[in-house]
């Protein structure tokens, strides 16, 4: 990598500043220098580095969406997506990536400034061509890789120059067996120059070797630069020296492999071998010449190949797709190849929706996640032209289970709402939006919207003689219900529903419906024709390959099973549920599975395990932001389960559970839930004792055990000296010490049991 120089620059800063911006011209190697310093300093971060890539984010009103999706954060509610950002990141440690922002540049300074005046512990890291200008910001401007001096005689490996070691090992990767040599590192470094120590310049060019000798690259690229230059070559802008190298990679090209080049930039965030032959082939590029147009631009570095779990991909660097985007539109076919794009991904959600119950469920969520850029470019492009907005309501409509399990239910709804109000004729698709859209307001408990969207879906049905419409109105009507605290009435709408769905054939209507109908049953006490609903459900499942809809049919099963007393199946059934949900990362789904376990492992007096699963599920709800299933039956039995903890341990010891529940990472959490770890058993005193310091403060105290002073605290955290002096104060304050040495004194004996628990005979 280099940038030795360039790190500890970056790294010095954060000691000084919440906001750190590296600049330059495109193609220096900002990104890379910014995963660098994160890669760097993630040790001082308790909760973790975050990149957020904005290089394909058009829409400005999406980025704080989009950075609660890099954070992984699930916005359930339908508050403005940067409160609960803000609400999300207040007490955390953290440092915050946000990559390419000059397109975004106000947009992303007003994030940036909320962020760190709202979170006095994060910090940002942003790259763009110029700085936010907001205050408290650093810039550190990226200068070019270093070269060697000139007339250096022989210099070592370790002094030829950051540039010359990047062309090496591009060169070697391109050409295997290649080395900068006594015969050739002139001419190296004069390619290296040539290109003014531009990284993605000198790697385009390295990968030149597999054609060309360092000698005739120098050659061309003397050549082509020599039809751009106006004026002495020092005034040349480095952004230019980069077009014409692109220029020159543009016209080593065969005319297909530039008709690819230039229609491959219509895709957002990367494309699949499928989609370049539907949107990309005809007009001049056969469908079957076009696997080898895509391997032939990996090789000249045009498409970077990377794995995914959805399958191999490929991707533009930005530049190189701005500059494919300019010859698209020189070409004047841009418009027929974003129409091309739309329907390619029109079809694409279609396929998704007809086999969302099934196999292949998951895998594809997990396609439509990765695709979610290229998702909202075909959208954006429908809700563009008043003409496109019944394909876009349509498209929208079949992305239901997107917008639900990939975490997008805001931007989700604002789709739905866009095509409705421009589709108002009543038909089947407005019908099916309206009952989508009811759903999604429903997840997020906007009841009032989600009754209206029902009350209009169910008059479409009627009139128009709509089964399926009815059905699915009926099913979220009964959920409404359940909120509204009118269990009985609920089941029959669940029942209704249940009738309905089994008239149209609809599996996964069928199962929705029977899901809620065994929860409803289930929080009345009817326990046994709640089993009987639930069993139904599972057995519906299991005979499609489904495995969503059968996790949720588990955790919901293990409600009226618990009741009747089978403890044993109840947890056996949450447990296997949560590890599904656990692996495809459906946090709402797992914090339901975690709650039953509460209530499970309190009924059998296992009070502090039910207290330490109440702490994690208390910190997922923060993560959810909104809390499942609160219908007032259910929160009778949360209530319960939390009093009978409580009055079993006694206030103190409830509270030290619930905070070391909460305290947990991610996975720590999952895997106490699983029964595979028992941090709940842990006799008082142990380290994992309750503390009236945060997790920051309590590292701190340990580093003042340690002797360090609070300028030494401030470099070894990467926080500043001011930052360390204050958590010293609040340390003194919570613990009422008035000394450094009555912290050192408590934080050696807190963790002296710690050190105690070493097994015999390790060292």
């Known amino acids: 990598m280099g940038r030795r120089l360039e790190v500890t620059e970056a790294k010095r800063l954060f000691g000084t500043a919440p906001v750190v911006t590296l600049t330059g011209v495109g193609g220096v190697g900002k990104t890379r220098l910014a995963i660098h310093v994160a890669a760097e300093v993630q040790r001082a971060f308790r909760d973790g580095v975050w990149v957020v890539e904005l290089a394909t984010l058009e829409d400005s009103k999406l980025l704080a969406q989009t950075v609660l999706s890099a954070l992984h954060v699930q916005n359930r509610s339908s508050r403005p997506p940067v409160e609960v950002l803000v609400e999300h990141v207040r007490d955390m440690q953290m440092l915050v990536v946000l990559d390419n922002c000059e397109h975004l540049l106000e947009e992303c300074a007003v994030l940036a400034a909320t962020l760190v ?28 890789l270093s070269l060697p001096l000139f007339n250096d005689p022989q210099p070592p490996a370790r002094t030829q120059g950051e540039a010359v070691q990047l062309f090496a090992e591009r060169a070697a990767a391109a050409l295997p067996g290649f080395e900068v040599t006594e015969n050739n590192r002139e001419t190296v470094e004069r390619i290296c120059r040539q290109l003014d120590g531009l990284p993605l310049a000198i790697e385009l060019a390295a990968v030149r070797l597999r054609m060309l000798s360092p000698e005739q690259l120098l050659a061309r690229l003397e050549n082509r630069f020599q039809l751009l230059t106006t004026g002495p070559r020092a005034t040349l802008p480095r952004q230019r020296t980069l077009r014409a190298l692109v220029d020159w990679s543009y016209g080593l090209c065969t005319e297909p492999e530039r008709l690819l080049w230039a229609r491959a930039s219509v ?9 370049a032959e539907a949107v990309c082939s005809g007009d001049g590029i056969a469908r079957e010449q076009v696997l080898d147009l895509v391997a032939g631009l990996v090789d000249k570095s045009v498409l970077v190949r990377e794995e995914s779990p959805a399958g191999m991909r490929y991707r533009m660097l930005e530049t190189i797709r701005q500059y494919g985007r300019e010859q698209l539109l020189a070409s004047g076919q841009e418009a027929k190849l974003r129409r091309r794009h739309r329907d390619h991904y029109r079809d694409l959600a279609a396929r998704a929706r007809a086999e969302s119950f099934g196999p292949y469920q998951v895998e594809w969520f997990a396609r439509l996640r990765i695709e979610h850029a290229n998702l909202r470019q075909a959208l954006e492009f429908c809700f563009a032209a008043p003409e496109e907005a019944e394909t876009g309501l349509g498209m929208a409509t079949d ?29 089947e698709l407005r019908g099916r939006a309206m009952v989508v859209n009811a759903w999604l307001a429903n997840t997020q408990a906007d009841l009032v919207t ?12 009627e009139q128009l003689g709509l089964e399926a419409v009815l059905a699915n109105a009926a099913l979220y009507a009964g959920t409404i219900t359940m909120y509204r605290g009118d269990g ?22 069928l199962t929705r419906a029977l899901v809620r109908l065994c929860l409803a049953r289930a929080l009345l006490g009817d326990t046994s024709r709640a089993v009987d609903a639930g069993e139904e459900c599972l057995a519906i499942c299991e005979a499609h390959g489904d495995r969503w809809v059968r996790a949720y049919a588990m955790t919901v099963l293990g409600v009226p099973l618990w009741l009747r007393g089978d403890a044993q199946r109840a947890t056996a059934l949450e447990r296997e549920s949560l590890r599904f949900q656990h692996s495809i990362d459906d946090v709402l789904g797992s914090r339901f599975n975690i709650e039953v376990l509460a209530w499970i492992a309190a009924g059998q007096g296992q009070h502090r395990r039910a207290a330490t699963l109440l702490g994690i599920v208390r910190s997922l709800e923060r993560t959810v932001h909104i809390v499942p299933f609160r219908y007032r039956q259910f929160l009778r039995l949360h209530d319960e389960c939390e009093s009978c903890a409580r009055e079993a341990l006694g206030k103190q010891a409830f509270e030290a559970a619930v905070s070391r529940g909460a305290g947990l990472s991610y996975d720590e959490k999952i895997s106490f839930a699983l029964g595979e770890t028992d941090l709940a058993n842990e006799p008082p005193g142990e380290k994992t004792s309750w503390s009236p310091l945060t997790r920051r403060e309590t590292e701190i105290a340990r580093l003042v055990a340690q002797g360090m002073s609070n300028k030494e605290i401030a470099a070894a955290l990467v926080i500043g000296q001011r930052t360390a002096e204050g958590h010293v104060e609040h340390i003194l304050s919570k613990l009422g010490f008035n000394s450094r040495t009555q912290i050192a004194v408590w934080a050696r004996e807190r963790d002296t049991p710690a050190r105690n628990e070493r097994p015999t005979g390790q060292h």
């Open 450 to 461: 989600a009754e209206s969207m029902v009350r209009q879906a169910r008059a479409i049905g």
């Open 117 to 144: 005046r709202s979170a006095p512990e994060v910090r940002i890291l942003a790259t763009s061509r110029e700085a936010l200008g907001i205050a408290g910001e650093r810039v550190l401007a990226v200068p070019t």
């Open 267 to 275: 895709f957002a965030g990367g494309l699949d071998l499928e989609a």
């Open 399 to 427: 992305l239901v289970q997107h917008w639900k399990t990939g975490d997008y239910l805001s931007e989700g709804r604002d789709r739905l709402d866009q095509g409705l109000s421009a589709v108002t004729e009543p038909s």
């Open 488 to 509: 009985g009435s609920a089941v029959a709408q669940y029942e209704e529903a249940v009738a309905r769905h089994r008239t149209t054939g609809d599996p996964m209507g």
